[in-house]
Nanobody, 119 residues
Framework: QVQLVESGGGLVQPGGSLRLSCAAS????????MGWYRQAPGKEREMVAR???????KYAGSVRGRFIISRDNAKNTVDLQMNSLKPEDTAVYYC?????????????WGQGTQVTVSS
């Protein structure tokens, strides 16, 4: 089993910044893609940003240019630097990691951390 622990959420004013961190631990085989997803009340969970072990990134259009995802393969951690935050960014943010190779890859999720952007 792989465990993911998120940290860094909180309350911030519009235009402010937060940095989310996620650490993977446990019986890790081979983590390929790690990413951040978010879900607001009444909304579908959506991909915010993801990054492969090779450093290839992908961002949701709504956060591109404001958020930066990074990872440390040796430590199995992934961070999300969130800048110029907007009220629309308010949601529970979840860390996701894919462990394994090919068709045997298993997805793991963290418990989530609340991000609230409000004045």
């Amino acid at each position: 089993q792989v465990q993911l622990v998120e940290s860094g959420g909180g309350l911030v004013q519009p235009g402010g910044s937060l940095r989310l961190s996620c650490a993977a631990s446990g019986s890790i085989f081979s983590i390929n893609t790690m990413g951040w997803y978010r879900q607001a009340p009444g909304k579908e969970r959506e991909m915010v940003a993801r990054i492969t072990s090779g450093g290839i990134t992908k961002y949701a259009g709504s956060v591109r240019g404001r958020f930066i995802i990074s990872r440390d393969n040796a430590k199995n951690t992934v961070d999300l630097q969130m800048n110029s935050l907007k009220p629309e960014d308010t949601a529970v943010y979840y860390c996701k990691a894919g462990d394994g190779l090919g068709v045997t890859t298993v997805d793991y999720w963290g418990q989530g951390t609340q991000v609230t952007v409000s004045s």
